[in-house]
């Protein structure tokens, strides 16, 4: 996982290099000259989106139907699962889809990139409105209808849906199945998720049937906040450029609708307090407590709830969040909850480089808080809070704090295909880390050796 920091680190530098010679704090707002951006260009670039999210979807359909976690005596899910496992990266046909997905996660990038480019150079016209809801109404559709999850954490949800608040212990659960497929009939371990989390499980999926039906009245409420999110970075002022990488997204829909994890949810609620702080603290406050109830990290990404208030206003309304989100917590999941976290920490150890991050992050979280500084490796570096490993749906854990920086949230939406998928540990590629960071050093110094030449028609 370290290498996913160094390779950060060295992106990071490049583009302040890059930054500094051209005089701009990013280069995707540069309106661009060329009469190619038209609304035909954009659509194609949706088109693409909607192809590449499609192609990585039936690449995971492929994989979870080759990957052997699911005894043969017993039926398939209806919606496939790949396995997590180390002993399976280095089978054949996981690295050639790991590399198609690799490839697809670049390509997304590069799509995205170049429609920003296209809506800031000719500015927004009605029809280019129309084809981006539109796309994005279909890249909906896609993740809701995915027959493939790239983790097995739905699973989990749908158990933990049955057993509620009973899903805390300090050992591994029998969990009652609603049917007889083999994913329903695993133990599992206790729920590291807050008690707000585990009581909406209980009420959205205590009737819902099968794992399958489960699955997807999960993604049918992750869409919904997914959507209510770019409603709340639409009322924070988030340019339409901005947003459309936002609701275009594939690892966006991917990790929060197809794959159903639920970090969109407090990343939300978070967002959402920061849009009414001003105006209504006391209602700010209980959405970021809302947060760290269903899942614990939040409780310091809360922080950033109350940055457009004043000194002592801020700094008050702060320490209430932390003090009430540390009392609901132990109140609501009780001395069961306490055990399920100490169970978790004992079996899974934080490695020296993930805790050097996580420092690294709460020192970069001090200085938005202090001065509203924002810094993209604070972004990259949040997801250290998950514990022993940084997975790629914690990537959404730096939206909260990037809305206090336009120009580092349309850096950061650009580049997220291609590093959530450097996090995505069941598709490793041998090297590949390597190969990138080396490559990136070697841009990075070529920049630093142009920057001492002197350039013509430049006075220095």
Not at 15 to 29: A, S
Not at 404 to 427: G, H, V
Request: proline share 6%; charged share 15%; aromatic share 10%.
């Amino acid at each position: 996982m370290y290498m996913y920091y160094i390779l950060v680190f060295l992106g990071l530098a490049c583009e302040r290099i890059f930054e500094q010679r051209h005089g701009v704090r990013t280069p995707y707002d540069r309106p661009a000259c060329s009469r190619i951006y038209d609304s035909i260009g954009t659509l194609v670039l949706c088109v693409a989106s909607l192809v590449l999210l499609f192609t990585l979807r039936l690449a995971l359909l492929d994989q979870a139907a080759h990957d052997p976690g699911i005894p043969q005596s017993h039926p398939l899910p209806a919606i496939l699962a790949a396995a997590d496992s180390p002993v399976l990266w280095s089978e054949p046909y996981r690295e050639r889809i790991s590399i198609t997905l690799a490839f697809v996660a670049i390509a997304s990038s590069i799509a995205l990139y170049m429609l920003h480019r296209s809506l800031v150079a000719r500015g927004i016209k009605p029809v280019d409105t129309v084809i981006i809801v539109s796309a994005c109404g279909i890249i909906a559709i896609e993740a809701l209808l995915a027959p493939a999850l790239a983790a097995d954490d739905p699973y989990l949800y749908a158990a933990y849906g049955e057993l509620g608040l009973h899903a805390y212990a300090t050992h591994s659960l029998s969990v009652p199945c609603p049917d007889l497929q083999a994913a329903c009939e695993q133990r599992v371990m206790p729920s590291l998720y807050g008690p707000l989390y585990l009581s909406y499980l209980h009420i959205l999926l205590k009737n819902g049937g099968s794992i399958a039906s489960r699955i997807e009245l999960l993604r049918l409420s992750n869409a919904a906040w997914l959507i209510v999110s770019f409603l709340i970075l639409y009322r924070l002022g988030v340019t339409f450029p901005t947003l459309a990488l936002a609701a275009l997204n594939p690892t966006l829909w991917g990790e929060y609708v197809g794959d159903a994890h639920n970090d969109i949810i407090p990343a939300a609620l978070i967002m959402a307090a920061a849009l009414i702080a001003r105006r209504r603290p006391p209602l700010a406050l209980l959405l970021s407590i809302a947060a760290s109830l269903i899942k614990l990290p939040f409780i310091l990404i809360g922080t950033l709830s109350f940055l457009s208030l004043s000194g002592r206003r801020r700094l008050g309304w702060t320490a209430a969040t932390l003090i009430l989100s540390i009392v609901a917590s132990l109140l609501w999941g009780g001395r069961a909850y306490i055990d399920s976290l100490r169970s978790y920490s004992q079996v899974n150890t934080l490695h020296i480089e993930q805790s050097f991050i996580a420092v690294v992050a709460i020192v970069l979280l001090a200085l938005a808080f202090i001065s509203r500084n924002i810094r993209l490796f604070g972004a990259y570096a949040l997801p250290a809070f998950g514990g022993s490993l940084a997975h790629s749906w914690y990537v959404c854990w730096a939206l909260p704090y990037l809305i206090w920086d336009r120009p580092k949230l349309t850096t950061f939406l650009i580049f997220l295909p291609m590093t959530s998928f450097i996090l995505e540990t069941p598709f490793q590629i041998p090297h590949l880390p390597i190969v990138l960071v080396c490559a990136t050093t070697a841009f990075l110094l070529a920049l630093l050796l142009r920057e001492r030449r002197p350039v013509r028609g430049v006075i220095r």
